[in-house]
């Protein structure tokens, strides 16, 4: 059976239940992550995970054994600053050992406290400069285009990066260029650094501006992972066009403590509140 015959195989036989379950693991790693390390983007990085579940579980075509193979899908985490989210599923899904979520943010370590270049199996583009991810991306699926081949890319925004014009501009391009098999998936989580994404700029709404720049644009519950993996497996969707996800989602999610607060863009948990998390979380 091909790698691409295998996704197809898991796709077909999504679980709820254990999608769920992994994504509750996985924000269990990146709140001890955090606290481990002192660092933070914890809320930021708790918002993505179930779409980040989704699509390592349920719909790219890659192999952690092979992280370089031609054929495969890519992944970018444009938004940079939720690292920790992206090396807790890199990790789980076997393109490193687990035991080496330990050394985030450590001298010495691979797992910087944003996405390096060319250090980590798995890891697409080195980001955290918002607005670059989406740029790279359509260079990747302009140049499968052009070399014959099948790969699909998809690359995940924060919704405050839609703040800058380099997205816009990548946006235009890639609709000009009619560059189907490019997704781009906005965590509109509606917070920023400091403020709510729209008293910062007039963001909504961000579903229409989207299809007003030439893009198939949806609006989907972001910790719905069942529906974002039927979104994502079904690109490219017919359209002819690059396809945008407005995922609706809430900072912190999973923690009811951490819900919608917007001090944990910056605060790292104590080691009490860790337990609590796991505890909110099922994991113990």
């Given amino acids: 059976m091909t790698t691409a015959a295998k996704a197809i195989h898991v796709r077909a036989g999504i679980d709820a239940l254990a999608l769920k379950k992994q994504a509750a693991i996985l924000r269990g790693e990146a709140i001890q992550m955090s606290h481990a390390s002192g660092s933070a983007h914890l809320g930021s990085s708790l918002s993505c995970l179930d ?23 890519r992944f970018i985490l444009s938004k940079g600053h939720a690292a920790m989210a992206l090396y807790a599923t890199l990790a ?12 985030y943010n450590k001298d010495d370590g691979r797992l910087a406290e944003h996405p390096p270049a060319n250090m980590l199996p798995g890891v697409e583009a080195a980001t955290g400069s918002l607005g670059h991810g989406l740029p790279i991306g359509i260079g990747m699926a302009l140049a499968g285009r052009l070399n014959g081949q099948t790969h699909r890319v998809f690359a995940l925004l924060s919704d405050g990066e839609n703040n800058e014009g380099s997205v816009w501009e990548a946006a235009m391009f890639a609709a000009a260029q009619k560059l ?11 917070w920023q650094a400091t403020a709510r994404s729209n008293e910062t700029l007039q963001l909504s709404p961000l579903r229409e501006k989207w299809e007003a720049f030439g893009w198939d644009a949806h609006e989907v519950d972001g910790h719905d992972v069942v529906r974002l993996a039927e979104l994502m ?9 690059p396809v945008a ?27 009490e509140e860790v337990a609590r998390a796991r505890i909110e979380l099922g994991l113990d």
């Fill in 180 to 190: 189907d098999r490019l997704c781009v998936i906005v965590d509109y989580n509606k």
């Fill in 233 to 241: 497996t079904n690109v490219p969707n017919g359209s002819g066009k």
């Fill in 92 to 103: 789980h899904r076997g393109f490193f050992p687990i035991a080496e979520l330990a050394t």
């Fill in 51 to 73: 779409v980040l579940t989704a699509a390592y579980w349920a719909v790219l075509n890659i192999d952690p054994k092979n992280p370089t193979d031609p054929n495969r899908d």
């Fill in 245 to 271: 996800f407005i995922a609706h989602t809430i900072k912190g999610k999973g923690v009811s403590f951490m819900e919608d607060d917007n001090n944990w863009h910056y605060r790292a948990p104590t080691a």
